[in-house]
């Protein structure tokens, strides 16, 4: 039976500003992917989550993202290949340091927002994003959207890679995320959540938006932790995947 990983971008607070709450949701997931300073977090937020990871057994793993805090990371701009191959090797380098500091060690790279969805189809920048996660630790793998263009170059280039989906988004027919200033973008009831979560592990597709059914491969779940429901789709999507027996073991 198929095993699925809950991630959650964690770890995305800064100075005296709070976002989302990782210490309550950290038990219900499986990785957790931690802002590296860039688009969010600090050096005191990074190793407090770090530790915190590490004390739960969750998988920690680095979150990179566009150098823009007060964008949250989510407004995309142009950025050539070497741009994205320093922001990524930065980041992943520091947070890798971080984790060493702890005790503990990298195992993925999720790149954040406008980063992640600006790499998915666009093959350069998939390529400088893979490549500089090869060059800082050739064992890490790279969370990638299913079915990018991203995953597949990442596998050619001879990373391992694990395609992600989503339970709180919707999707577009082509299988990327619909964009978070679309409506309906953002589902926000956890029933609906937790079923399309299931639909996609257990059946191999997704519904989109205008109702088109589209294959998907699923081997990670994004839990995201900035949400108003946040724990509270944690919670559910947790508890209904260990009763069903999908859920990847820490």
């Known amino acids: 039976m198929k095993k699925i990983d809950l991630n959650c971008d964690m770890g995305e607070s800064f100075g005296a500003w709070t976002m989302g709450d990782d210490a309550a949701i950290m038990p219900y997931v499986t990785s957790a992917n931690i802002a590296c300073g860039f688009h969010a977090g600090d050096a005191h937020t990074m190793r407090r989550t770090m530790q915190l990871a590490l004390q739960q057994g969750v998988k920690p793993g680095a979150h990179p993202g566009l150098d823009d805090i007060r964008g949250f990371g989510r407004r995309p701009f142009a950025l050539t290949p070497a741009q994205a191959y320093d922001l990524i090797v930065v980041q992943v380098g520091a947070l890798a340091a971080v984790a060493r500091s702890q005790g503990g060690r990298l195992y993925h790279v999720k790149a954040h927002g406008a980063l992640y969805n600006m790499s998915a189809n666009h093959a350069e920048l998939a390529a400088a994003i893979a490549q500089a996660v090869l060059d800082v630790d050739s064992q890490l793998t790279l969370f990638a959207l299913a079915g990018s263009k991203q995953a597949e170059i990442a596998r050619g280039l001879g990373l391992n890679v694990m395609q992600e989906v989503f339970a709180d988004r919707s999707y577009q027919d082509d ?66 995947f260990e009763k069903e027996g999908l859920l990847m073991a820490l």
């Open 175 to 240: 299988g990327t995320l619909m964009p978070r200033n679309q409506p309906g973008a953002l589902i926000e009831d956890v029933e609906t959540s937790v079923a399309q979560a299931l639909t996609m592990v257990r059946e191999g597709y997704v519904i989109t938006q205008s109702g088109k059914k589209v294959t998907i491969e699923a081997d990670t779940l994004c839990l995201h932790g900035d949400g108003v429901h946040a724990l509270e789709f944690a919670r559910q999507i947790h508890a209904v």
